[in-house]
C-alpha cells in the first residue's frame, strides 16, 4: 500500500471495553462461570486481512474473521489448568471477539505494551478454544 493512501486515523488508539471473567469453577458438577468486569483501555486494532498469511493461526481458525490488537492493558487468552481463566472478550461492531493469541512489548523503541490476536466467537471457537 502506498503510504499516500494510507489512513492514518487508524493509528490512533481508540477506546475499547474488554470484559474479564474471573476464575469459573464446578459447582454440582456443572460449570459455573466466573463474574465478569469491564476494563476500559485505548487500543489500536485492525481487522487482518482475508489474504494475509495466518500460518501463525491454528488451522481450524484460519477462516474466522481475526482482529491485530495493541495496548498498554495487559490481557489475558485462554488458560486451561487449575485456574480455569477464561480469555477476555470485546465487541467490535457489533460482533463478540475473544482474546486467542498473547505477545508482550518491553521496552521495544521506547514502548511497552501488549500485542495480540482475537477471534470472532461463534459456536466453533467456542468449542475449540474451550469457550
Excluded at 89 to 100: A, C, G, L
Aim: positive net charge.
Amino acid at each position: 500500500m502506498l503510504l499516500s493512501k494510507m489512513r492514518f486515523d487508524l493509528l490512533k488508539p481508540k477506546p475499547l471495553v474488554i470484559k474479564r471473567r474471573g476464575a469459573g469453577s464446578y459447582v454440582n458438577h456443572k460449570w459455573v462461570e466466573g463474574t465478569a468486569t469491564d476494563i476500559d483501555t485505548l487500543t489500536l486494532f485492525y481487522p487482518i486481512a482475508k489474504n494475509s498469511t495466518k500460518q501463525f493461526l491454528p488451522e481450524a481458525l484460519r477462516a474466522k474473521k481475526w482482529m491485530h490488537l495493541f495496548c498498554n492493558t495487559e490481557l489475558k487468552d485462554f488458560q486451561d489448568g487449575e485456574i480455569k481463566q477464561q480469555a477476555d472478550e470485546f465487541v467490535f461492531d457489533s460482533e463478540t471477539y475473544r482474546i486467542m493469541k498473547l505477545g508482550a512489548w518491553k521496552d521495544v523503541s521506547g514502548y511497552t505494551g501488549y500485542e495480540a490476536y482475537a477471534c470472532k466467537v461463534d459456536s466453533e471457537v467456542l468449542a475449540v478454544s474451550g469457550g
